[in-house]
């Protein structure tokens, strides 16, 4: 599904939603207003809200539960989160001052928005949506507990679906909450903050811990499983790649991880075609080139016949001054790829790096076209057949899904350990995110709130309330704009 059909298809289903509520409200005036206002949903267009109480005995429950613990935990929620405020402001000036650089000068950005269809796959939208929602509801479950915990009401917890964006939130009275001190104050407002801190690194331990949790039912670390061939990969056929094979190497050079993998795909585009040692006797033998050779509009050679797609012209990498025994080699030799490659001794870029009696050749192909060796086997450990590879290398990120897991039992899935990876990545994204959003003095998030309290408690003894608002409003005034721009040049960078 592309980025146009998803969105339309989200557009339409909340315009179901609001048409559907518009016309029972309407028709049913009455019983359809009790109905929402007993299950305490409401539709606007673009979203959907549901509030309710029943979580409140539950939280109630959980934070008089351990009293002693849930006092030091928020005490210790107040001190981290007043210790990263201003890391966190800096962090949206450095990533604004990155934005503001030449390309080539940028570095790798801290914060980006994240689009569906753009620089996020539709595929991986079920993560979006969990780690989001989840993030969200722990950060509130962090506000809830630490309001109970100071004698503060809850007054009920709400969900909501804003466009293609879920969320959480608790309503507080913040009358009640202005009525505390301000480091009071603080244990409630930094909860959520807090909690979403302890929730990164709960997801970063378990994401760095996933092959030593997972030991005893997947080896990590000897081979990447392919996991998924999407239906149009040209890695696909009968001495292609099938799902379950082991890749041990790629170009003979071993690859252990999908970060391994990638390097030798970017290698391949940003490098000429590599060179195999061919036995000069493999040439001699098999070379069927034709007499008048041609270089292709793509300035590729031509010197096969066409008539088989297993043989490739294949070019001599010689420096005639080094290298000995050239002057017997053809410049071109039209030759079995298969063959060529498997008796090939090592790869090369010119013939000095060959052994004796052997000669760097490389297939002459189009400008993106690459012809790749990748060493295989079975799950179970068989020795398989090479796959040679020809093509854009570029093809192969796009349509070849791989894990660094291979698992020990038939049985067991190919995709669960990738699943957990994405899932703690995901959240470690988002749960970052909305942590360091609400650190930010922003209206209506709740570093405005934050700050607040931190300017009265520092400032109580020399300012008087006046002035105390007006520092309030200028800091508040410059998280926004902050924010703002992270945020419009994001987007564009994106776009």
Request: glycine share 6%; with cysteine; hydrophobic share 45%.
């Amino acid at each position: 599904m592309d980025i146009g059909t998803f969105l339309f298809v989200i557009i339409l289903i909340h315009a179901s939603f609001y048409f559907t509520d518009q016309f029972l409200k309407s028709c049913m005036n009455v019983p359809y207003l009790c109905f929402l206002e007993n299950v305490g949903l409401t539709v606007k267009p673009l979203q959907l809200h549901w509030f309710t109480t029943v979580f409140n005995r539950s939280v109630t429950k959980w934070a008089l539960w351990r009293p002693k613990f849930f006092k030091v935990w928020f005490t210790l929620g107040v001190v981290v989160v007043g210790i990263l405020l201003i890391p966190a402001v800096c962090l949206l000036i450095s990533e604004l001052v990155n934005h503001l650089r030449p390309l080539q000068e940028q570095t790798v950005q801290a914060l980006q928005p994240m689009v569906p269809g753009i620089n996020l796959p539709v595929k991986e939208l079920p993560y979006y949506f969990f780690t989001l929602l989840i993030a969200s509801v722990i950060h509130e479950a962090g506000h809830a507990i630490a309001a109970v915990k100071e004698d503060v009401h809850v007054n009920g917890f709400g969900f909501l679906l804003m466009f293609v964006l879920p969320g959480a939130y608790v309503d507080v009275p913040t009358e009640e909450i202005r009525t505390l001190t301000p480091f009071r104050q603080l244990k409630i407002l930094c909860a959520g903050v807090w909690h979403n801190i302890v929730l990164v690194l709960l997801a970063l331990g378990i994401g760095l811990s996933t092959p030593f949790i997972l030991q005893p039912l997947y080896v990590h670390g000897r081979g990447l499983t392919v996991m998924k061939l999407s239906q149009d990969s040209p890695a696909k056929g009968p001495t292609g790649l099938e799902v379950g094979d082991v890749i041990t190497a790629v170009n003979r050079q071993t690859v252990v991880s999908v970060h391994e993998w990638l390097q030798c795909l970017v290698s391949s585009v940003t490098s000429d075609q590599m060179g195999f040692c061919v036995p000069e006797s493999v040439v001699h033998t098999y070379d069927e080139t034709i007499h008048h050779a041609f270089e292709g509009a793509d300035g590729s050679v031509q010197c096969c016949s066409g008539d088989s797609d297993a043989h490739l012209c294949f070019e001599l990498l010689e420096d005639r001054e080094l290298d000995k025994g050239v002057s017997a080699m053809q410049p071109f030799s039209c030759l079995p790829a298969r063959m060529a490659v498997s008796l090939s001794m090592k790869t090369c870029i010119n013939s000095v790096a060959c052994p004796t009696d052997t000669h760097c050749l490389a297939p002459s192909l189009r400008n993106a076209s690459r012809l790749m060796q990748l060493s295989r086997r079975g799950r179970n450990g068989e020795r398989k057949e090479d796959v040679l590879y020809l093509g854009p290398p570029s093809y192969l990120y796009h349509t070849v899904t791989l894990t660094s897991y291979i698992p020990k039992f038939s049985f067991l899935s190919l995709t669960w350990p990738n699943t957990i990876e994405v899932y703690c990545d995901y959240m470690v994204k988002f749960s970052g995110a909305l942590a360091v959003l609400n650190m930010i003095p922003v209206v209506y998030l709740d570093g405005y709130w934050i700050f607040g309290a931190v300017i009265d408690m520092l400032l109580s003894s020399r300012c008087d309330q006046v002035t105390r608002k007006i520092i309030h409003a200028v800091v508040t005034m410059i998280g926004s704009l902050l924010l703002f721009l992270n945020i419009i040049i994001g987007v564009w960078s994106i776009i």
